[in-house]
């Protein structure tokens, strides 16, 4: 899987020279995310933190817990902290009390400061960073099941809300049909 962003995060130059970020943009209101952004709206940023807030509220209720994991799976993207190489990428992982959870960050911004909090990296040092698209990136996830991984924890720690694996798979976007 090529990493189409450096090392902080920001989006490689390897586009074509006759295209601007400008051209990147276009009716980015359709389109939340298009290009090579690794951050929602605040608005949808705002939002995952509101629905964090209602599962921590009413921990023992489903809905919450749906509705948040919906939103999530609805990003464009979802941002891993790279452990591995840029050839052999390797996401973050928590070993928890229910097992391995792979966390997932709805930005790059949360998960450069998950990784310095994480003491993953020193601070004055760049994080590497892996943006994936949505559905790809809940399929990548899935992959894990087989080497120990039982699900996935969103922003953590700001946020810290996780999904068992079977569950997450529930949320994966239908294949558009041809």
Same mark, same amino acid.
């Given at each position: ?5 450096r090392r902080d995060g920001s989006p490689s130059d390897d586009r074509p020279s006759d295209t601007s970020p400008s051209d990147e943009q276009t009716d980015a209101t359709d389109q939340p995310n298009q290009g090579r952004t690794l951050e929602p709206s605040p608005d949808v940023l705002a939002q ?38 840029? &050839? ?9 009390? =229910?097992?391995?959870?792979?966390? *997932?960050? $709805?930005? #790059?911004? @949360? ?12 601070? &004055? ?9 949505? =559905?790809?990136?809940?399929?990548? *996830?899935? $992959?894990? #099941?087989? @080497? ?31």
């Amino acid at each position: 899987m090529q990493n189409p962003f450096r090392r902080d995060g920001s989006p490689s130059d390897d586009r074509p020279s006759d295209t601007s970020p400008s051209d990147e943009q276009t009716d980015a209101t359709d389109q939340p995310n298009q290009g090579r952004t690794l951050e929602p709206s605040p608005d949808v940023l705002a939002q995952l933190d509101a629905l964090d807030a209602a599962c921590r509220t009413a921990p023992d209720e489903i809905d919450p817990q749906i509705r948040l994991w919906q939103a999530v799976a609805s990003l464009d993207r979802w941002v891993f902290i790279n452990r591995g190489t840029d &050839d052999e990428p390797r996401p973050y992982a928590l070993a928890a009390q =229910p097992g391995n959870l792979l966390c *997932v960050y $709805s930005s #790059g911004t @949360r998960a450069q400061e998950a990784a310095y909090a994480n003491g993953l990296v020193p601070p &004055d040092a760049t994080v590497s960073l892996l943006a994936v698209p949505i =559905p790809a990136a809940i399929d990548w *996830v899935l $992959s894990f #099941g087989e @080497r120990g991984v039982v699900g996935v924890a969103l922003d953590y720690p700001r946020l810290g809300s996780w999904v068992p694996l079977p569950n997450l798979a529930r949320f994966r976007p239908a294949s558009e049909q041809l």
